[in-house]
């Protein structure tokens, strides 16, 4: 029905449908009525359902009038599917229909009290569909009467959801009805939601707020001011959704409200500005009300005196959104950018001024940046160089994040200033951050430059230092999201590099690239020379290769799924333990052994991890659970913790696997507990020990809920003498008790 394969068939199909609705079984007709709501919610054309709408209609109303409350509620859900196929968008209703037939039916159902819970929801629905599908067509008596009810039922806080979203509806409509009068009535009585403890009914009332600020503002604009004032307790940085939504109300009413009622709404704004948490789309609305803010330049809402109480509320965490305020008041105030913004460069540049500051200055000035050409300041990149070479390290990331963005306002001009730095070999990272930044807000626009970026990162793909290298993949991931084809064949030469460390590089890029909006056709074509990479000579080459393959299997997993059969063999030879990468240490006294192979093991078993996760249907776990035996009892508590997760997602998709060899795996899962336990009576490490004990449990716990497993006594005889330990059976109680009976 979805894909509208229906269409031949409903000529035959809806007749025999209508005559099976005259059987008596309520059952029957419950699947009559959920047929036709899918079949006209599906994707047939409307116009295919006109010549049957007498007939379909006559059982819709049949259905309003059973005695049975279920098949009431389904034919009222009929209904609202059956007045959408009657007039789709700009469409006309069939010539022979009269909409009153339903009306009146469906409003008698509304008006009704002492019904059950569901026929009065879906009522409630159904007139609202109604009305904005063809309330032009009825009376406005009959839309004021049902908009009536639904204020009686915002009182009742059963159907007051339901009542919430019926309205919405009604008012986001393709019609333009004339309901001014009857919404700003019915105002007073949504304010009053607002306090209402419920979330939902939060979110719903002022979902139905901006639904009227948007379709029928006029009818609120001269409540402006109230509506404001009551959004100022709903503004708050422990729910973001709802502080969204206040936000977006505040902005479309903006304009309509006085400075008295905007200046308390400014204090609001500022502490939610100065919160660590705000962030996302309310962080966007926030933005938008404080560029609103700085057009005012009235008493105390003079750009001046916002970007004073903004910078003293500002911390080191949250510098991100105090920074982006402060510029939204700017860009509000072109004006103030010319007075302020040369201050701010020399306020960078001296180091008498607080360090905080001096970040907040550099973030800034970055936030103008990316939307107002800041070219003409000239000594900006002076004062930028300046810190590069004299300020603290995150002074120097604050100012190359600032270069960075200021870029993005004139890209032609700023980027080959930072290209030509990269080139000078000084300050590469600092410069490939900035470069960084550009591609991450830009990536689409670079196409005209790449010829002289992939030159940049390849030279630095091989660098010495691990950050700049780092920095390099992260921002050749950020370069093959923006443009896949142009750097498809560059990245798959590079995996063939000579130099260990330029693959690695390239490597790593590839948990970069890796995301969901990846371009994954182009992505895919690159995935067998990247599997090469598993396999490579080079040790840290290997390891970055794994670390990006774990995150490209969690986020793509769709891409990988018919490779598994190839790469996992391969994954599992790396999960053994390596007597060539254990090294011996001599420190006077005793000697220290060095494994150098444990993060590569771990990486592959976390590969390993994800993959029954996400593709379990393409693992024979009879294979993982014979490696478990050796990783279990791994000499790494790391590898350790990562073979224990194995375990527990191994009982959950094939306990079979686990139960035919129990007794193997016992024996390193009780060594751990046994040395975790000696070390924990010792008083060594004691913390650290408890964090490792309690993925062991885990896994022990996972054991137990495999079926049957009742059956095995050495297992129960283990769990029996584990609880009985007054560490262990402490922990294990804790961690499972609220899972007992």
């Known amino acids: 029905a979805l894909s509208g394969e229906l269409q031949k068939y409903l000529n035959e199909l809806i007749p025999k449908l209508c005559k099976a609705y005259e059987n008596q079984d309520a059952t029957l007709k419950i699947n009559i009525l959920i047929i036709f709501k899918r079949i ?87 007139m609202a569909y109604l009305i904005s599908i063809v309330g032009d067509l009825l009376q406005m ?27 919405s509806m009604i008012i986001r409509g393709n019609l333009t009805l004339k309901i001014e009068s009857t919404l700003c009535k019915m105002l007073p009585a949504l304010l009053k939601l607002l306090h209402k403890k419920s979330r939902s009914v939060k979110i719903h009332t002022l979902q139905a707020l901006l639904n009227t600020s948007e379709f029928y503002h006029s009818a609120i604009a001269k409540e402006a001011g109230s509506i404001l004032q009551e959004c100022q307790d709903v503004i708050l940085e422990s729910d973001l959704q709802i502080t969204k939504l206040g936000l977006q ?18 204090g609001v704004g500022i502490r939610l500005a100065s919160s660590p948490l705000i962030q996302g789309t309310a962080l966007e609305e926030l933005l938008k009300f404080f560029k609103a803010l700085g057009t005012i330049n009235k008493g105390s809402l003079t750009p001046k005196a916002l ?82 070479h004299t300020g603290s390290e995150e002074l ?89 084809m142009s750097v498809m064949d560059y990245f798959m030469d590079n995996f063939a590099a000579k130099d260990p460390l330029t693959r690695a590089t390239f490597a790593t890029s590839m948990k970069y690239c890796g995301v969901k909006s990846v371009s994954k056709p182009d992505f895919q074509l690159m995935l067998p020379s990247f599997y090469n990479l598993l396999k490579d000579s080079n040790l840290n080459t290997r390891l970055a290769a794994f670390i990006s393959l774990n995150t490209i299997v969690h986020n793509l997993p769709l891409l990988v799924k018919a490779d598994v059969d190839q790469i996992l063999p391969v994954i599992l030879t790396e999960t053994k333990v390596r007597k060539e990468l254990i090294r011996e240490v001599d420190l006077g006294p005793f000697k220290h052994k060095v494994d150098e192979g444990a993060q590569l093991r771990k990486a592959a078993y976390s590969v390993v991890d994800t993959i029954i996760l996400n593709l379990y249907e393409k693992v024979d776990c009879t294979v993982i659970v014979d490696r478990l035996k050796e990783g279990l009892d791994d000499g790494s ?11 527990i997602k191994v009982c959950q998709v094939a306990s079979g696997a686990v139960l035919s ?81």
């Open 637 to 647: 508590e790391e590898v350790q913790t990562v073979c224990h997760q194995v375990l």
């Open 661 to 741: 060899v129990l007794d193997q795996l016992l024996t390193p899962i009780e060594k751990v507990i046994h040395k975790l336990v000696t070390q924990i009576q010792k008083s060594q490490e004691v913390e650290r020990a408890i964090d490792h004990l309690r993925p062991v449990l885990r896994a022990v716990n996972a054991i137990q809920g495999i079926p049957d497993i009742e059956t095995n006594n050495k297992f129960l005889l283990f769990v029996g003498d584990l609880k009985k330990h007054d560490i262990v059976g402490k922990t294990y109680d804790s961690m499972f008790a609220s899972h007992k009976g």
């Open 40 to 126: 006209m919610r599906s994707s047939h054309a409307p116009q295919l359902f006109h010549p049957f709408c007498l007939e379909i209609n006559q059982v819709l109303l049949k259905s309003l009038h059973d005695d049975y409350f279920k098949v009431t509620a389904e034919g009222l859900r009929a209904t609202s599917a059956f007045i959408k196929v009657l007039r789709p968008a700009n469409g006309k209703l069939p010539a022979n229909f009269n909409v009153n037939t339903i009306f009146n039916e469906a409003f008698e159902k509304m008006k009704m009290t002492d019904i059950d819970q569901e026929i009065k929801q879906s009522s409630i629905f159904t």
């Open 396 to 484: 120097k990331s604050h100012a190359a994040i600032c270069l960075g963005n200021v870029s993005l306002g004139n890209l032609g001009h700023f980027l080959l200033i930072v290209l030509k730095q990269i080139e000078k070999k000084t300050n590469e990272y600092l410069l490939l951050l900035a470069l960084r930044e550009i591609i991450s807000h830009s990536p689409a626009s670079l196409g005209a430059h790449l010829k002289n970026i992939l030159p940049l990162m390849l030279s630095n793909a091989n660098n010495q230092s691990e950050s700049v290298r780092n920095i390099v993949a992260e921002t050749l991931g950020k370069v093959f999201l923006g443009d896949a």
């Open 249 to 266: 109300l505040v902005n479309s009413l903006f304009k309509d409200a006085s400075q008295q009622v905007v200046e308390p709404l400014s």
């Open 141 to 167: 008596s009959q839309v004021e009467s049902v908009l009536g009810i639904l204020q009686e039922r915002l009182k009742n806080e059963i159907t007051r959801i339901a009542a919430l979203k019926g309205l």
């Open 307 to 388: 970007a004073a109480s903004l910078i003293k509320n500002a911390e080191n965490n949250n510098l991100k959104s105090v920074s982006k305020a402060i510029a939204a008041v700017m860009i509000g105030a072109p004006g103030f950018i010319k007075s302020e913004i040369p201050t701010y460069i020399v306020n960078l540049k001296s180091s008498k001024i607080p360090e905080l500051q001096r970040k907040l200055f550099a973030l800034t000035i970055g936030e103008v940046g990316k939307q107002v050409d800041l070219k003409e300041y000239k000594s900006l990149l002076d004062t930028i160089e300046s810190i590069f």
